[in-house]
């Protein structure tokens, strides 16, 4: 996709694995307790919809910081054709007024921890919105990722946290998945792992 943000043009390369994990990720929570949007699905009516009655928030898409204009920073979704209010950008100063529920958002995505400081407001971004949102952890990037190793790890860690025992934290969850990935072969460097970050509660 192409879009347009201020001046500079913006391109967004497809997420080959995305679709994939998505697909495990709702096998692993089961499809009584989750609901998967693809392509076409992925709306940002639907989202704005349904993402209130779930506990557990996982965007594989794209996701863009503003540096000049903060809260029109967004994750990308698709477009509702023919619908004036929705353009397909989830934006930040939408998520702040959403009334969410979740314990916890992966932003499983390019670019979305980064923020920009401003005065006595801290680090601005997507997980400062979807905190103000209702949502206390939020898993993001802080670099552009590679989508196969993205993949891999967002698995393992959501593995960890359906499974985990009351003693395992989200934090700790995320620490060993990226550690598989330190252990492996193909992904070792930390390029590949260690840009995934957790903010807020990590317990």
């Known amino acids: 996709a192409t879009l347009r943000s201020g001046d500079p043009e913006m391109k967004f ?15 692993l929570y089961g499809t009584a307790k989750s609901q998967i949007f693809i392509g076409p699905e992925a709306r940002e009516a639907v989202v704005k919809a349904q993402a209130p009655k779930y506990e557990v928030l996982h965007f594989a898409t794209h996701g863009l910081l503003d540096n000049r204009n903060p809260m029109f920073s967004f994750l990308t979704l698709a477009h509702s054709a023919g619908d004036p209010n929705e353009d397909g950008l989830l934006e930040a100063r939408e998520i702040i007024n959403m009334d969410l529920h979740a314990k916890l ?27 103000v949102a209702g949502v206390p952890t939020t898993v993001a990037s802080q670099w552009k990722v590679d989508s196969a190793s993205t993949t891999s790890l967002m698995i393992d860690f959501h593995r960890r946290l359906t499974t985990r025992s009351g003693k395992e934290s989200k934090a700790e969850a995320l620490r060993q998945a990226e550690l598989g990935l330190l ?21």
């Open 13 to 27: 390369g497809p997420l080959p694995e995305a679709e994939q994990e998505v697909k495990t990720l709702g096998r």
């Open 183 to 203: 252990r492996s072969e193909r992904y070792r460097h930390p390029f590949y792992w260690a840009g995934f970050v957790m903010i807020g509660d990590g317990w």
């Open 105 to 131: 958002a992966v932003l499983s995505a390019c670019q979305t921890a980064r923020g920009w400081v401003g005065a006595g407001e801290g680090v601005i971004g997507m997980s400062w919105a979807l905190f």
